[in-house]
Each structure stands twice: as structure tokens, then as C-alpha cells.
């Protein structure tokens, strides 16, 4: 059964500095790897997806890489701002799921002024 | 840009009432997904839809939870009775081919049971 890990749970950062958030997952045989953002009581907002053939995705000051073969994510924060402040959550598509993402239980980052 | 809808965005009700929950995804999404997230952990997965079809039921509690596509488009969760455990955030999200592509998510519904 996968599972989807995400460390820390809580990360606190002084504005500008860089930052990588981690996801592990247990089952390699990933389809794509997704990366969202919530804000408090809100839904989901895609950041990036990563298919499993790529081995990275960036967007503005975001990176995310992949390493299927070890199970791991990182998702590269750049100059944060206070905005940046939410919770990041990694989510996987496995090949025999049908499309559902198994999610980790997410990392809530707060950068401070 | 085109966004999931979900109503209410919030809802309060009593333990053994009827609640409906409402979502309209992206036009020409195929796929309709129905996650519920516990606070302080990541979404899962209760129900998906191809079109007017059931693919995934496999985590919704049946005895309780019914969930419906009739048209293909729009859908319809219920709960009834709820229970005080169905306190979440209930999220509805699409995708456009449900193997391959993204998933867009709604706000979502912050259901609380008294």
C-alpha cells in the first residue's frame, strides 16, 4: 500500500531565505507526482506536476524534482515571501489507482517578516 | 479562468441530520473526484466518477454516504445521518482524462456536526 510522507510537518523561516520542503513515498511505481498549495480553511491549488519519466518541474520561484528510484520530492522554495506562508502538500498518482492521488499529510510553512 | 464550484462553503448541522454537498468541475472534465480531509492531514479519496460512472467507492462509508453524477457533469455527496467523526473539509476536484491529467480542486465545503 503506498504511503506519503512529508518532514517537517512545520518549518518557520526568516523572509528571503531558500527552502526545501521533502515527500516520500513508500511504491516507486508512481504515475506523476503533484504539488499543491492550501491556505488556511481553503482548497487545493496545483503548484506543479511532475510526470514519472521527469526528473524536475519549475514554476517562477519554484522547483520540484523527482527521484523515483528512491521515493523522494523536494519542492524548492526561492527568496520566500511572507505570501508563501501555507500549507504544501505532495500528492502521487499510482499506474493501477485509476487516478486518485494519495497525499501526504502536508508541511505548513510559515516565513516571517 | 475556468474553476471547480462547490456550495455551500460551509455548513453547520446536528449529529443523525441530512446533509447534500454540491459540485460543478470544469467544463469538459470527465473525471469528478470527491476527497475528504481531516484537519491536520492530507485529503482522501471517497469517491470518483468517469462521466456518470462509479470507478472508486472503495473508502466511502456506504451506510451513510451516497454520492451521484446522474448527467455526467454536476454532482451531488450526501451524508445521512452524520455523525460527529464527518466533521472535514469535504473537496471536489476534476480532471480532463482521469489517468493522465491534472487535478483541479474546488474551495471546498468545511462541514461541522454539532
Known amino acids: 500500500k503506498q504511503e506519503v510522507t512529508q518532514i517537517p510537518a512545520a518549518l518557520s523561516v526568516p523572509e528571503g531565505e531558500n527552502l526545501v520542503l521533502n515527500c516520500s513515498f513508500t511504491?516507486?511505481?508512481?504515475?506523476?507526482l503533484q504539488w499543491f498549495r492550501q491556505d488556511p480553511g481553503k482548497g487545493l491549488t496545483s503548484l506543479l506536476l511532475i510526470q514519472s519519466s521527469q526528473r524536475e518541474q519549475t514554476s517562477g520561484r519554484l522547483n520540484a524534482s523527482l527521484d523515483k528510484s528512491s521515493g523522494r520530492s523536494t519542492l524548492y522554495i526561492a527568496a520566500s515571501q511572507p505570501g508563501d506562508s501555507a500549507t504544501y502538500l505532495c500528492?502521487?498518482?499510482?499506474?493501477?489507482?485509476?487516478?486518485?492521488?494519495?497525499f501526504g499529510q502536508g508541511t505548513e510553512l510559515s516565513v516571517k517578516p | 479562468e475556468a474553476e471547480v464550484a462547490q456550495s455551500p462553503r460551509y455548513k453547520i448541522t446536528e449529529k443523525s441530520q441530512a446533509v447534500a454537498f454540491w459540485c460543478d468541475p470544469i467544463?469538459?472534465?470527465?473525471?469528478l473526484y470527491w476527497y475528504r480531509q481531516i484537519l491536520g492531514q492530507g485529503p482522501e479519496l471517497l469517491v470518483q466518477f468517469q462521466d456518470e460512472s462509479v470507478v472508486d467507492d472503495s473508502q466511502l462509508p456506504k451506510d451513510r454516504f451516497s454520492a451521484e453524477r446522474l448527467k455526467g457533469v454536476d454532482s451531488t455527496l450526501k451524508i445521512q445521518p452524520a455523525e460527529l467523526g464527518d466533521s472535514a473539509m469535504y473537496l471536489c476536484?476534476?480532471?480532463?482524462?482521469?489517468?493522465?491529467?491534472?487535478?483541479?480542486f474546488g474551495p471546498g465545503t468545511r462541514l461541522t456536526v454539532l
Open positions: 476536484a476534476s480532471s480532463f482524462r482521469g489517468r493522465n491529467n491534472e487535478q483541479f
Open positions: 500528492a502521487v498518482r499510482q499506474d493501477n489507482q485509476g487516478g486518485k492521488l494519495i
Open positions: 511504491d516507486s511505481a508512481i504515475y506523476n
Open positions: 467544463s469538459g472534465h470527465a473525471t
